[in-house]
C-alpha cells in the first residue's frame, strides 16, 4: 500500500494533470465539461495537501472554508484506481481533521455515480443539508459554477471525536 503523506512543493507541479486525468472517467457516464484542474497556486492556498505516490498518482486537498475542514477534492489517477488509494486518501484527510481539533470533515459529491456518494458512505459520511456556514457557502459556490447540470449532487458528513492534544 502506498503511504500518504503531505505534498512537498515538488509534488504541487504534479496535481493538476492528475485531477484532470482522474475527472476524465466520468465522460464514460457522459459527464463532460467539469470546471478545469486547480492550478498550483490553488494548491499553495489550500490548507492541506495530501498526496499517494512518488510522484503522486493521488491527491487529498482540504480547504477550512468558515472554519470546517472541507474535503474540497479527492483525485486518484486512472491507472492507480481500484487499489484502495482514494480509501487511504480519505482515511488520512479524516485524520488530518481530527489531528488539528475538529470533530467532522464534510465534502460535496455527486449522488449518483458509484465513486462519489456510495464510497464516501462506505467510509462514514451521511448526507446532511447545507447547516453550517461552510456548507452553506460550498452550496452557494456550486451554484455559481452550474454543477448540477452535470448530474445530481449531495453535501455529506462525517462525524468523529477529535484527538485532544
Known amino acids: 500500500m502506498t503511504a500518504v503523506r503531505p505534498a512537498t512543493d515538488a509534488d504541487l507541479q504534479h496535481l493538476p494533470q492528475l485531477e484532470s486525468a482522474a475527472d476524465e472517467v466520468f465522460a464514460q457516464l457522459g459527464i463532460t465539461g467539469l470546471p478545469p484542474a486547480a492550478d498550483i497556486d490553488d494548491f499553495r492556498a489550500a490548507d492541506a495537501v495530501l498526496v499517494a505516490g512518488d510522484p503522486p498518482v493521488g491527491f487529498a486537498r482540504i480547504d477550512l472554508i468558515a472554519g470546517e475542514p472541507y474535503l474540497s477534492q479527492l483525485s486518484v489517477h486512472p491507472s492507480a484506481m481500484r487499489r484502495g488509494l482514494g480509501s487511504a486518501l480519505l482515511e488520512a484527510s479524516v485524520a488530518w481533521a481530527q489531528q488539528h481539533g475538529h470533530d467532522s ?22 448526507e446532511v443539508d447545507a447547516d453550517t456556514p461552510a456548507l452553506r457557502a460550498v452550496a452557494r459556490h456550486e451554484d455559481e459554477l452550474g454543477i448540477a447540470m452535470f448530474g445530481a449532487r449531495v453535501l455529506m458528513r462525517r462525524a468523529f471525536v477529535p484527538f485532544s492534544g
Do not use: E, I, K, S
Not at 470533515?105 to 451521511?126: E, I, K, M, S
Open 105 to 126: 470533515l464534510a465534502l460535496a459529491t455527486f449522488r449518483d455515480v458509484a465513486w462519489n456518494a456510495p464510497f464516501y458512505a462506505q467510509h462514514g459520511f451521511v
